[in-house]
């Protein structure tokens, strides 16, 4: 079975921290995804990667950042922590392009910024 | 752009009642459309999908079918359990300008069966 697996089910951190989110895949996917879901927005996509050191942006990019340097590794970053980035951080991997593969998601980080 | 409305929620049904979940969806070309069910305190996991029109999916005694003439893709089951209460979400996979694959969700239906 395919495991996604992130480095935090609960985080707390302070307005103004750097906070790293980390995901990892066992299944050597090329495509990476980071998604954050909000009660009543369902989940966005905040960035992506298709291959190592590749990055593309999704539709709500602004302040975060990511780092995919190993393939099976893919960082969220928040350089700055503020509170309106608290929420539940998803992880999520596919194997290919074609519009045909399933993403396996990870279980989640809840996220909050006091 | 692509985009998915699915049913607000949430829905509370009684066990062995029939359940319909809607989702319609706008998208340019032929996306792939994915049924996903996160459970309490999990990640989403792959309930259904269907890959062109007129392709039904089914898993766990969950239908639904991709209808283009009318852009939906309706989640059935004939009969709930307590196990199915959860959170589903409709999404649609489409290519992005840039060749890659991009999901779309809608803001999920949150399920509740009660005994």
């Known amino acids: 079975d395919v495991k996604v697996t992130q480095s935090s089910r609960y985080l707390v951190k302070r307005t103004g921290e750097k906070v790293f989110l980390e995901c990892v895949q066992d299944?050597?996917?090329?495509?990476m995804f980071w998604y954050r879901q909000d009660p009543g927005l369902g989940l966005r996509l905040i960035y992506f990667?298709?291959?190592?050191?590749?990055?593309e942006k999704g539709d709500i990019p602004e302040g975060y950042s990511v780092s995919r340097e190993k393939k099976e590794r893919f960082s969220l970053i928040l350089e700055s922590a503020s509170t309106n980035q608290t929420s539940m951080y998803l992880c999520?991997?596919?194997f290919g392009t074609g519009g045909l593969d399933t993403q396996y998601f990870g279980p989640g980080t809840r996220l909050t910024v006091l | 752009g692509d985009s998915v409305t699915q049913m607000e929620g949430p829905v509370t049904l009684s066990e062995e009642a029939f359940l319909t979940i809607n989702c319609t969806y706008t998208?340019?070309?032929?996306?792939?459309l994915f049924w996903y069910v996160q459970y309490p305190g999990e990640g989403l996991q792959l309930l259904l999908k269907?890959?062109?029109?007129?392709d039904k999916g089914s898993n766990k005694g969950f239908e639904a079918t991709y209808r283009k003439e009318t852009t939906s893709f309706h989640l059935e089951k004939g009969s709930v359990q307590v196990s199915d209460s959860a959170v589903y979400f409709c999404?649609?996979?489409?290519?992005?300008?840039?060749?890659?694959?991009?999901?779309?969700f809608g803001t999920g239906t949150r399920l509740t069966i009660i005994p």
């Open positions: 998208a340019t070309g032929y996306p792939s």
């Open positions: 990667s298709y291959d190592v050191k590749m990055k």
């Open positions: 999520a991997s596919s």
């Open positions: 269907a890959t062109k029109a007129d």
């Open positions: 999404a649609l996979l489409a290519i992005s300008n840039f060749g890659n694959e991009k999901l779309t």
């Open positions: 299944m050597d996917h090329e495509n």
